[in-house]
């Protein structure tokens, strides 16, 4: 067994420490001759000798399993079983930290609120199982149209939800949205069958005044898809004061 290369140096400095007299908790990896490697939580205790040091008492426990678990346990709680993608919680968290950096930055931000059109009829027909094929290949072209600190997440059903940052202008949000739409209504190659699927979106920015809050943000989102939906679906609406008559509902909800 021997130590990790790049955490050679805090082992050292954790060593030092406790030869200086200073008690040492810390973690650290270890790598066997196969170079699998294992998380190991490490405690050095000085041993005094009339106020000297005089030695060094330490205790490893190999917590590898430990923490695979708690990562497991972490990814549950914020992913979608289904699709990998972060879920509803995970999504409202990102949401509030984007706005709270909007604030101080005053950039651009936008939600997306996705349906796919036609999925219910292709579940039912195809069965659950294609069905289900075709949500992780939807998300995985959804991951495809966006930029790299973007965000899709899974709601839940058909429904999907994608936070968009660091916008110079709306329109910034709008190319990526009609890219999005462009991917999307392509064809689905799934166990021999051609699927066609293509998505409704809804659009929503935070008002300009600040007073905006997470739910009520995804909400107006939500609005814009179902207006895009009714003009005919494939395409993408963008949430208004006149497609937001609900707006006091909204806030009062929010």
Same mark, same amino acid.
């Given at each position: 067994m021997f130590i990790e290369a790049a955490s050679k140096d805090a082992f050292y400095i954790h060593f030092e420490k406790a030869a200086g007299g200073a008690s040492q908790n810390f973690e650290t990896t270890f790598r066997n001759q196969a170079k699998k490697g294992y998380i190991t939580s490490c405690t050095f205790i000085p041993i005094f000798v009339e106020e000297k040091v005089v030695g060094i008492h330490g205790i490893m426990k190999d917590i590898t399993n430990l923490k695979e678990s708690e990562e497991k346990m972490a990814r549950m709680a914020y992913h979608d079983p289904l699709t990998g993608l972060p879920n509803r919680i995970k999504f409202e968290k990102a949401v509030e930290e984007a706005l709270n950096q909007i604030e101080k930055e005053k950039a651009i931000m936008a939600v997306l609120y996705l349906d796919l059109d036609r999925f219910k009829c292709i579940n039912d027909k195809l069965g659950h199982e294609i069905g289900d094929m075709l949500l992780c290949a939807a998300a995985e072209r959804m991951q495809t149209s966006i930029r790299p600190h973007d965000m899709v997440s899974r709601q839940g059903?058909? !429904?999907?939800? =994608?936070? $968009?940052?660091? +916008?110079?202008?709306? !329109?910034?949000?709008?190319? +990526? $949205?009609? %890219?999005?739409?462009?991917?999307?209504?392509?064809?689905?190659?799934? %166990?021999?069958?051609?699927?066609?699927?293509?998505?409704?979106?809804? =659009?929503?920015?935070? %008002? /300009?005044?600040?007073? !905006?809050?997470?739910?009520?943000? =995804?909400?107006?989102?939500?609005?814009?898809?179902? /207006?895009?939906?009714?003009?005919?679906?494939?395409?993408?609406? $963008?949430?208004? /004061? !006149?497609?937001?008559?609900?707006? %006091?509902e909204l806030e009062k909800q929010g």
């Open positions: 059903g058909d !429904e999907f939800t =994608i936070l $968009v940052t660091g +916008l110079k202008t709306k !329109e910034d949000a709008l190319a +990526l $949205v009609n %890219r999005m739409i462009s991917t999307l209504s392509k064809k689905y190659s799934i %166990r021999g069958h051609n699927i066609f699927s293509t998505p409704s979106i809804g =659009i929503a920015f935070p %008002r /300009e005044d600040g007073h !905006e809050t997470v739910k009520m943000l =995804i909400k107006k989102a939500d609005f814009a898809m179902y /207006e895009a939906k009714k003009k005919g679906r494939n395409q993408y609406s $963008v949430y208004d /004061e !006149e497609i937001g008559m609900q707006d %006091r």
